[in-house]
């Protein structure tokens, strides 16, 4: 929810791109997108688990793999994204011990802040 | 309007009767009943599943017969009891649907189950009762099932009043599979009844043929005669609480709202905060503000309806947030009791409020910009202390059960005024 409000924020930079959302079955995350779909014209969809459960090279050709956590990266698809060369944005709200460097700091207003997210996706892929 | 079948000539009926299709264990169906039983009309209430009904609806009896909703004494509600007992009854009927092509479009997160009333089964109720008029109280369970029930009736359909509630315009006419539904719901009814203007144009927008009446809340009204006077509850510059809407779901944006206390924690240390209905993730945000930001914010346990009462007089701030909303309860009890309200623009709220002057309204992306609201209406007494007096003479006016109930009796009168005479004249009871 935190991603999809953070794309009304950057909108109308991102048009000509096409969004994905994964790994999120939540009948209400798939409102949220749809809505969003409706609101701002963007090309964006919520892809059902089974069609990325089984392919471990999902994330090929992305230009960017996005989430929002609570305190841990457990379950994103960071090996995925770092064997196929994809960029990463994570930002966690209350990064637990260990999960603590210089780039999560940077991020930890980001993850609060839906404007600043969308100002750092726009910043990863332009 | 749309018109009956004849028969044979038949006694006129002295009192209508009312066929009430909606969620029967909803606090909200409990509360526009409550607005209208009494000696105007026999009340038949249709449940739309198996779920035990809201206590506020008594006195209420089963009717399978017109014979025993004739029998029952005025201002008890009669439910209609469809005979279908069982599982296996149930399936049955369902398969029957089923072969007749008849799908469900479920609304979020509302599996179909067994226990639904079928199309079926509110054909056999208006068919039985006869009433003269059908409102159904929200769209994707009540309204979707009479939209089926006219195709089937025809013209033996009653006259169609339809209320909704909160998203049932706002949020879903947004998703493709139920605009297409929507649009033919809005072009089957004879009445519309919004709680808030913002739904009446939606509905224009969706191709509403019938007549829209003036908006009343949902829950009708409250009697103010009961509530407590401002002058014996403390100021809200005085007040030292905040209470927070928590839920996160498929419309409200609870998380959103406490990244925004974890923004503006500088501004709200001196509070105790509370979270009304909150899932674990906002109880372990919950925790995570205490523990790092220092505020004194916890998650509060379900509560009776009289203690949040308490709650909400005792805060100098009620906070609702989500991507879609009709006018709260409690926005309007926020109002009542003096706390400033902080809630979202995807609501109506700004339909009872002034952003800026009676309360703030916010963006429901725009976690910054609540932060904002939040450390204003901290920390500007006047503010808050101007808005408290006014809102209570708003709700006042317009949110009284004696004046809506009023109100809503005529919208009855008006729909069953608008149906032609011979029809009713028609009409045979069962």
């Given amino acids: 929810m935190f991603v999809v409000s953070a794309l009304y924020h950057c909108a109308s930079e991102l048009l000509s791109f096409s969004i994905e959302f994964i790994d999120a079955a939540d009948e209400a995350v798939a409102a949220a997108v749809a809505v969003l779909r409706w609101d701002t014209g963007l090309d964006v969809a919520l892809v059902p688990p089974a069609a990325t459960r089984a392919d471990p090279s999902f994330l090929q050709g992305a230009l960017l793999y996005g989430a929002v956590r609570f305190s841990d990266t457990a379950g994103l698809r960071l090996p995925e994204a770092r064997r196929l060369g994809v960029p990463v944005l994570v930002a966690l709200q209350f990064p637990a011990g260990g999960m603590v460097d210089p780039v999560r700091l940077g991020l930890l207003r980001a993850a609060h802040d839906p404007a600043i997210l969308g100002r750092q996706i726009v910043r990863a892929v332009a | ?430």
């Fill in chain 2, 1 to 430: 309007m749309t018109g009956r079948a004849s028969g044979r000539p038949a006694p006129r009926r002295t009192t209508p009767v009312i066929l009430i299709v909606g969620m029967q264990n909803s606090i909200h169906l409990a509360r526009w009943v409550a607005l209208v039983r009494g000696d105007f009309a026999r009340i038949v209430l249709l449940p739309v599943d198996e779920a035990p009904l809201a206590p506020s609806l008594a006195p209420w009896s089963p009717v399978a017969t017109a014979a025993e909703l004739d029998a029952l004494e005025p201002g008890t509600v009669g439910v209609v009891a469809t005979g279908l007992a069982g599982p296996a009854a149930r399936a049955a009927a369902w398969a029957e649907e089923a072969r007749r092509g008849y799908r469900v479009l479920d609304p979020i997160q509302v599996p179909w189950r067994p226990a639904f009333t079928t199309p079926q089964e509110m054909v056999a109720a208006v068919r039985t009762f006869r009433p003269d008029l059908v409102h159904t109280l929200e769209i994707q369970r009540a309204g979707y099932l009479t939209l089926e029930v006219k195709r089937r009736l025809g013209a033996a359909m009653p006259p169609w009043l339809l209320s909704n509630w909160g998203s049932d315009l706002y949020l879903y006419e947004r998703l493709p599979e139920h605009r297409a539904v929507l649009i033919a719901v809005m072009r089957s009814i004879d009445g519309y009844l919004a709680e808030c203007r913002r739904d009446v144009a939606l509905a224009r927008g969706l191709g509403l043929l019938g007549h829209a009446f003036e908006p009343i809340h949902a829950t009708g009204g409250v009697d103010f005669g009961r509530m407590p006077q401002l002058g014996a509850l403390a100021a809200p510059s005085r007040r030292e609480a905040i209470l927070v809407k928590g839920y996160h779901g498929w419309a409200g944006r609870g998380l959103h709202i406490l990244s925004a206390l974890h923004l503006a924690a500088p501004a709200l240390r001196r509070f105790r905060i509370r979270i009304l209905v909150g899932g674990p993730a906002v109880a372990r945000m919950a925790q995570a503000l205490a523990d790092q930001d220092g505020l004194d914010v916890a998650v509060l346990p379900h509560l009776p309806n009289d203690e949040v009462l308490r709650r909400v007089a005792e805060a100098r701030m009620v906070v609702g947030l989500g991507i879609s909303d009709g006018v709260s309860a409690m926005l309007l009890e926020a109002m009542s009791l003096g706390a400033f309200p902080i809630q979202g623009t995807t609501s109506g709220a700004g339909e009872w409020v002034r952003d800026g002057v009676d309360g703030l309204l916010v963006c429901p992306h725009d976690v910054r910009g609540l932060a904002d609201a939040l450390a204003r209406a901290a920390g500007d007494d006047a503010l808050v202390d101007a808005a408290a007096p006014r809102n209570r003479q708003v709700v006042e006016a317009r949110w009284s059960a004696a004046r809506n109930g009023a109100a809503a009796l005529s919208y009855y009168r008006a729909m069953l005024a608008g149906a032609p005479a011979d029809a009713l004249a028609g009409r045979a009871r069962a």
